[in-house]
């Protein structure tokens, strides 16, 4: 009997903020049902909801009981694909979510522990996608938006799980068309956002220890 491929689950979101496309959205429709290093990539799109937001997260990933989970959202004003390092316990909304929630000041997860780093070898991906010539840099914030509420999530679930499984996040920039519509903002293709992502998979399913050497910020 042929052994079934494992499964990374990559997610994105839905447009929010008043743009009518997400970049992470159509980076996961892009990469749905492809084959990655041997494994089979589930791609879902999220809500860019708090209150929705974590239990479809959770299950997700109790029906595809992935190796790996890579979640993906949008950053406007970025310039580089963002390899975030660290997920806080705090939401803290500047703009209304898509159901007009505005939470401020509150936990993602009540009496969890404040922080939680990536468990994806990111300096590794991180020299892959210079190597490609993909702008790319570490991030130590993901924000308090629901992107960090995902990754706070996602992360404090799979530091309680009995699997081992890794995770993280990644954020990418506007694409040029929304680019276009908020002066000066920067901006990447789409079809260089997709291999981008599909280089980070890539890299966290082959790499086990990560790379060292400086990356850090100054401010």
């Given at each position: 009997m042929k052994a079934k491929m494992p499964n990374v689950l990559l997610t994105g979101f839905e447009p929010f903020g008043g743009e009518h496309v997400n970049p992470s959205h159509e980076i996961v429709r892009a990469l749905a049902g492809t084959v990655i290093a041997g494994h089979?990539?589930?791609?879902?799109?999220?809500p860019t909801e708090f209150a929705r937001v974590?239990?479809?997260l959770d299950a997700l990933i109790r029906r595809h009981r992935p190796v790996l989970v890579l979640a993906t959202g949008q950053a406007g004003g970025r310039a580089e694909i963002s390899l975030e390092r660290v997920a806080i316990n705090l939401i803290?909304?500047?703009?209304p979510d898509n159901a007009g929630a505005q939470p401020?000041?509150?936990?993602v997860v009540a009496g969890a522990p404040d922080?939680?780093?990536s468990t994806l070898p990111l300096k590794a991906m991180l020299r892959a996608l210079q190597a490609t010539h993909i702008p790319a840099a570490l991030s130590h914030s993901a924000g308090t938006f629901v992107c960090n509420q995902v990754f706070y999530a996602l992360a404090h679930r799979l530091a309680l799980g009995r699997r081992k499984v890794r995770g993280g996040f990644v954020h990418v920039p506007y694409l040029p068309q929304q680019a276009a519509r908020h002066d000066g903002a920067p901006s990447l293709p789409l079809a260089t956002m997709i291999?981008?992502?599909r280089i980070c998979?890539?890299?966290a399913l082959f790499v086990r220890d990560d790379a060292v050497f400086a990356a850090g910020a100054t401010h």
């Open positions: 089979r990539v589930v791609a879902a799109t999220l974590s239990a479809e803290d909304a500047r703009i401020v000041d509150v936990p922080a939680y780093f291999d981008a992502i998979l890539e890299t």
